[in-house]
């Protein structure tokens, strides 16, 4: 069973040898394939940026997305890939993010994917107070896997009333990550505390880049209109640079699937 738009993932480890996610151009080109035949039309690839991964720097990062659209082109897999990083939140955050370190989603320098350190909270309200300054809409990253954040179920309203967006994993939503990760995943959706699901895919084997599933289970959980909206809408809004709704959604439909058409060369 289809959905009725293309869908957009916006969290993805798509890009080989930089992070835990693909491990070769091959696995690269393998999650790409089952991406595009699970109806997926654009994927933001977001290696991992600060932590452990700083040497990942934005040319490292392009130089392999640019190769790997080479490589799309040629296997005539109709699959557009933008630029991005999963940026871990630290306390040089907004000095690299000033020094042109750090990869915003789509490039367009207006929506920043931010994931907290494994299993801790870190006072983020000085750093969403930054962004939002600079015009930069926040995107938290899988809340709903976040040992300390599973336990204090309001702080995701809090984050939200303060102008951060929400992604949830695809995943959680099918329990591949546990039943207590699924019913806070749902309690998100049913209180419209999301705005994205991605895959956060890193292979074509495990964590895949699939997200036709989860975006059925959420139409059950919310609806029709909901589902459009966090699998469609705001990803499209992201790679086209526009502000996303964060508290008052706005129901205009995209009409989008000519945008993401892939036009080869010549």
Same mark, same amino acid.
């Given at each position: 069973?289809?959905?009725?738009?293309?869908?957009?993932?916006?969290?993805?480890?798509?890009?080989?040898?930089?992070?835990?996610?693909?491990?070769?151009?091959?696995?690269?080109?393998?999650?790409?394939?089952?991406?595009?035949? @699970?109806?997926?039309?654009?994927?933001?690839?977001?290696?991992?940026?600060?932590?452990?991964?700083?040497?990942?720097?934005? @040319?490292?990062?392009?130089?392999?997305?640019?190769?790997?659209?080479?490589?799309?082109?040629?296997?005539?897999?109709?699959?557009?890939?933008?630029?991005?990083?999963?940026?871990?939140?630290?306390?040089?955050?907004?000095?690299?993010?000033?020094?042109?370190?750090?990869?915003?989603?789509?490039?367009?320098?207006?929506?920043?994917?931010?994931?907290?350190?494994?299993?801790?909270?870190?006072?983020?309200?000085?750093?969403?107070?930054?962004?939002?300054?600079?015009?930069?809409?926040?995107?938290?990253?899988?809340?709903?896997?976040?040992?300390?954040?599973?336990?204090?179920?309001?702080?995701?309203?809090?984050?939200?009333?303060?102008?951060?967006?929400?992604?949830?994993?695809?995943?959680?939503?099918?329990?591949?990550?546990?039943?207590?990760?699924?019913?806070?995943?749902?309690?998100?959706?049913?209180?419209?505390?999301?705005?994205?699901?991605?895959? @956060?895919?890193?292979?074509?084997?495990?964590?895949?880049?699939?997200?036709?599933?989860?975006?059925?289970?959420?139409?059950?959980?919310?609806?029709?209109?909901?589902?459009?909206?966090?699998?469609? @809408?705001?990803?499209?809004?992201?790679?086209?640079?526009?502000?996303?709704?964060?508290?008052?959604?706005?129901?205009?439909?995209?009409?989008?699937?000519?945008?993401?058409?892939?036009?080869?060369?010549?």
């Amino acid at each position: 069973m289809g959905t009725p738009d293309p869908l957009i993932d916006i969290h993805c480890h798509l890009l080989p040898d930089l992070d835990d996610g693909a491990s070769s151009w091959q696995e690269s080109l393998a999650m790409a394939e089952l991406a595009v035949s @699970d109806g997926v039309t654009g994927i933001v690839a977001t290696p991992h940026q600060l932590g452990a991964y700083r040497h990942n720097t934005p @040319d490292r990062i392009h130089r392999r997305l640019n190769k790997l659209r080479d490589l799309l082109q040629e296997k005539g897999i109709s699959l557009q890939v933008l630029p991005g990083a999963d940026v871990r939140i630290e306390s040089d955050l907004l000095e690299r993010l000033d020094g042109g370190d750090l990869v915003t989603l789509a490039d367009h320098g207006k929506h920043l994917l931010l994931e907290f350190p494994h299993d801790i909270i870190v006072p983020v309200d000085s750093i969403l107070q930054a962004l939002t300054s600079r015009q930069i809409q926040p995107i938290l990253t899988h809340p709903e896997r976040n040992r300390r954040v599973i336990r204090q179920w309001p702080l995701v309203e809090q984050l939200v009333e303060k102008g951060c967006l929400i992604q949830v994993t695809a995943g959680a939503f099918l329990g591949s990550f546990g039943p207590a990760i699924r019913a806070f995943a749902e309690w998100l959706v049913s209180e419209r505390l999301v705005h994205f699901v991605a895959s @956060d895919a890193h292979g074509s084997r495990s964590r895949r880049p699939l997200l036709s599933r989860a975006f059925h289970r959420v139409a059950q959980i919310s609806d029709i209109d909901f589902a459009i909206e966090v699998f469609c @809408d705001n990803p499209y809004r992201v790679v086209r640079g526009e502000v996303v709704p964060v508290l008052a959604r706005e129901h205009r439909r995209y009409r989008f699937a000519q945008w993401f058409r892939w036009r080869k060369a010549g």
